[in-house]
């Protein structure tokens, strides 16, 4: 099975922090996402990579960037923390051309951030 | 674009009641639909699926999914639900044509009490 895993399950960061949020797929995914999840808003998407170095801006990018140098690795990365970022970050992978034509995602456990 | 509905927010049932959650979605082309289950403080996991083919699908944990087109509805059903059941459920679709793209309901919280 395809394992997705967040290095960090819960972080408190202050107001104007750096914050740096971790994910690796181990199946050799060609695509990965970032969505933040806030309560009745369901998943919404903030970034998404279809191959190493290359990236997309999904529904809320603002405040937020990412990084993929490596197939396996994507990071998303909050340059200047707030408040209103305080939410749970899910990352998630998918194979990318797949021949039945449809791509499963694959989600990580998660990491739930608190900007104080 | 895409829009899924999940009307409802909570589902309260008893134990080895049937339950029904909804979605429909907004678009009427060729689609893939999806079931996702989230247990508390986790990541969400795949229930069930429908790509093509019956209408019908089975998942996971004794679910099942009906797709119906002209109603572009995949509600999810189980005739019998455990207290383990209780977390809470995405309905997601993505189109053929952009099957990279995922859009996602607002999710439906079960609570199955005893």
């Known amino acids: 099975d395809v394992k997705v895993t967040q290095s960090s399950r819960y972080l408190v960061k202050r107001t104007g922090e750096k914050v740096f949020l971790e994910c690796v797929q181990d199946?050799?995914?060609?695509?990965m996402f970032w969505y933040r999840q806030d309560p009745g808003l369901g998943l919404r998407l903030i970034y998404f990579?279809?191959?190493?170095?290359?990236?997309e801006k999904g529904d809320i990018p603002e405040g937020y960037s990412v990084s993929r140098e490596k197939k396996e690795r994507f990071s998303l990365i909050l340059e200047s923390a707030s408040t209103n970022q305080t939410s749970m970050y899910l990352c998630?992978?998918?194979?990318?051309?797949?021949?039945?034509?449809?791509?499963?995602?694959?989600f990580g456990a998660g990491s739930r951030l608190t900007v104080l | 674009a895409q829009s899924v509905t999940q009307l409802d927010s909570q589902v309260p049932v008893f134990e080895e009641a049937p339950v029904e959650l909804r979605c429909n979605y907004s678009?009427?082309?060729?689609?893939?639909l999806f079931w996702y289950v989230q247990y508390p403080n986790q990541g969400l996991q795949l229930l069930l699926k429908?790509?093509?083919?019956?209408?019908l699908v089975k998942g996971i944990n004794g679910f099942e999914a009906e797709f119906n087109k002209s109603q572009t509805s995949f509600h999810l059903r189980k005739p019998s639900v455990h207290i383990s059941d209780t977390a809470e459920y995405f309905c997601?679709?993505?189109?053929?044509?952009?099957?990279?793209?995922?859009?996602f309901g607002s999710g439906t919280k079960l609570n199955v009490k005893p």
């Open positions: 998630a992978s998918s194979p990318g051309t797949v021949p039945s034509g449809a791509n499963v995602l694959t």
């Open positions: 199946m050799d995914h060609e695509n």
């Open positions: 990579s279809y191959d190493v170095k290359m990236k």
């Open positions: 678009s009427s082309v060729s689609v893939y």
């Open positions: 429908y790509l093509s083919g019956s209408t």
């Open positions: 997601a679709v993505s189109e053929h044509k952009d099957f990279n793209k995922f859009y």
